[in-house]
């Protein structure tokens, strides 16, 4: 089984950028579809986006679309989210996972790292 660990998530003032790493190590990286979510404090963890295994497409929640941009690294097990124009509301912390099949709900992917908080200051 893949282990997860995240990295490079930090304060930041509303519309800088941070980009968040996501380290994997154990079974074969490249099989898996690697989704992001995030959970604000109070609020459920929802879905921010995913890149499939097979063809690298990759996926947005609407309200991500045009700021976030998923991408992966299979020879150095990594997949990173690269986050622009910050705004507070998207404070959280953020998770990645992996799956076997590119999903949309938590209950699809089987590995979650243990999260890194993301901060946004007005």
């Known amino acids: 089984q893949v282990q997860l660990v995240e990295s490079g998530g930090g304060l930041v003032q509303a519309g800088g950028s941070l980009r968040l790493s996501c380290a994997a190590s154990?079974?074969?990286?490249?099989?898996?579809?690697m989704g992001w979510f995030r959970q604000a404090p109070g609020k459920e963890r929802e879905f921010v986006a995913a890149i499939r295994w097979s063809n690298n497409s990759t996926y947005y929640a609407d309200s991500m679309k045009g700021r976030f941009t998923i991408s992966r690294d299979n020879p150095k097990n990594t997949v990173y989210l690269q986050m622009n124009s910050l705004k507070p509301e998207d404070t959280a912390v953020y998770y990645c996972?992996?799956?076997?099949?590119?999903?949309?709900?938590?209950?699809?992917?089987?590995?979650w790292g243990q999260g890194t908080q993301v901060t946004v200051s007005s």
């Open positions: 154990g079974r074969t990286f490249s099989w898996y579809s």
């Open positions: 996972a992996a799956g076997p099949n590119l999903g949309f709900l938590n209950r699809e992917y089987a590995v």
